[in-house]
């Protein structure tokens, strides 16, 4: 947990000149994870409406919650990789980029904030189009890519 805060800073600044207002990230601790969400950027517009990040990122809480309750496996999982590191899950309203043949509802990545040191950190982006996924349906997506992308990386064996 001591490193989530650096995360998110790092997270931030990253994300600063795409946001409006970097002070409107939410962010939150649940069952030792890390959730976060971004606002839209002002005047960006989507073929979707966009819902605040504060009830998409209680999207992923809700999510998360059913993964643990119906899936001991995935709760083991997302366990190990937190006794690994640190698992950040994070809304992200711009992302992906415009696509028009593919729908990306989350993705893993393995890279995208890795502090030096043995502890990984193991972070997942959840799409316009996932946040708004009800939470029984958004949990699989987001067992697939902490406990399966996750476990992956937690090996060593991701690529």
């Not at 002002?42 to 009830?55: E, L, N, S």
């Not at 993964?67 to 997302?78: D, G, H, N, V």
């Amino acid at each position: 947990m001591r490193y989530f805060k650096q995360a998110l800073i790092a997270m931030t600044i990253a994300w600063a000149p795409l946001t409006s207002a970097v002070a409107d990230v939410v962010e939150f601790e649940h069952r030792g994870l890390l959730i976060a969400g971004k606002p839209l950027p002002a005047g960006v517009t989507y073929d979707i409406t966009i819902i605040d990040a504060k009830t998409r990122a209680e999207n992923v809480r809700t999510a998360l919650d059913i993964l643990y309750k119906k899936s001991s496996f995935s709760a083991r999982a997302i366990e190990k990789l937190k006794a690994a590191g640190n698992v950040i899950v994070i809304y992200d309203p711009v992302f992906p980029p415009r696509e028009l043949s593919k729908v990306t509802i989350a993705a893993f990545f393995p890279d995208y904030y890795q502090k030096d040191g043995k502890a990984k950190d193991f972070v997942s982006i959840v799409s316009r189009y996932g946040a708004k996924w009800d939470p029984r349906e958004l949990a699989p997506i987001l067992a697939h890519e902490l406990t399966g992308h996750g476990l992956q990386h937690l090996r060593g064996r991701l690529k």
